[in-house]
């Protein structure tokens, strides 16, 4: 079964702090995905990595950045944390090849304070 | 870029009657329509998706069509239990990626009185 593991279940931050939000996934999964889910709004993808070192914006990139190192883990930066990045993050892995799922960590709810 | 949109964001049913949701996209290249359900404090899961060349799917008591002409697709679930009660989203895969990436819809809230 799929694993994919995220850091942090609740994170508690101030504005201006740097933030890390760390995902592991244990499947050999080529595709990675950092979304954030908000009332109302669904789940909106910040970015995505179909390889390693290999990254792509999403539809709300804004005020985050990526890294991906390793195949198996994937990190979501918040360069400077604002109070509307208060939300729940949620990452998610696929296999390669288009039209595959994706699989889902628990999330992290993270607030800015 | 592709656009999903979901409805209804909420939706009430008696216990063992039917639910419907429905979306449209707008990419007409799309190709993969995946369904996931997230219980309150879980993580989203995959309960049934869809793919172009298919135009009906069914598993137990849930069914999605698909109408590629229309752009629309939906979710069934017959003979609704508790258990079904949670937040529904569907999705799109866009055709020009090659990524698995996928728009989701907003969401909707299923509740089922007893």
């Known amino acids: ?29 080529e595709n990675m995905f950092w979304y954030r889910q908000d009332p109302g709004l669904g789940l909106r993808l910040i970015y995505f990595s179909y390889d390693v070192k290999m990254k792509e914006k999403g539809d709300i990139p ?3 950045s990526v890294s991906r190192e390793k195949k198996e883990r994937f990190s979501l930066i918040l360069e400077s944390a604002s109070t509307n990045q208060t939300s729940m993050y949620l ?18 709810r993270l607030s800015i304070l | 870029g592709e656009n999903v949109e979901q409805h209804p964001s909420t939706l009430s049913v008696q216990e063992g009657d039917s639910a419907v949701i429905k979306c449209t996209y707008s990419d007409s290249a799309s190709n993969y ?13 995959l309960i049934i998706d869809i ?23 939906s979710l069934h679930i017959t003979e609704t239990q508790p258990e079904d009660s949670a937040v ?8 020009d990626s090659s990524a698995s990436k996928i728009i989701f819809g907003s969401g909707t809230r299923l509740s089922i009185r007893p």
Not at chain 1, 3 to 25: A, D, H, N, W
Not at chain 1, 91 to 108: L, M, N, V
Request: proline share 5%; glycine share 10%.
């Open chain 2, 88 to 95: 529904y989203f569907c999705a799109a895969s866009p055709g």
């Open chain 1, 1 to 29: 079964d799929v694993k994919v593991t995220q850091s942090s279940r609740y994170l508690v931050k101030r504005t201006g702090e740097k933030v890390f939000l760390e995902c592991v996934q244990d499947m050999d999964h």
């Open chain 2, 33 to 45: 329509f995946p369904w996931y359900k997230q219980e309150l404090g879980k993580r989203p899961q």
């Open chain 1, 91 to 108: 990452c998610a892995s696929s296999p390669g090849g288009g039209r595959q799922p994706q699989h889902f960590g628990d999330g992290t």
């Open chain 2, 51 to 73: 793919r172009s060349n298919v135009g009906e799917k069914k598993d137990q008591r849930i069914a999605v069509t698909l109408n590629k002409t229309a752009k629309h697709f």
């Open chain 1, 62 to 64: 804004e005020g985050y």
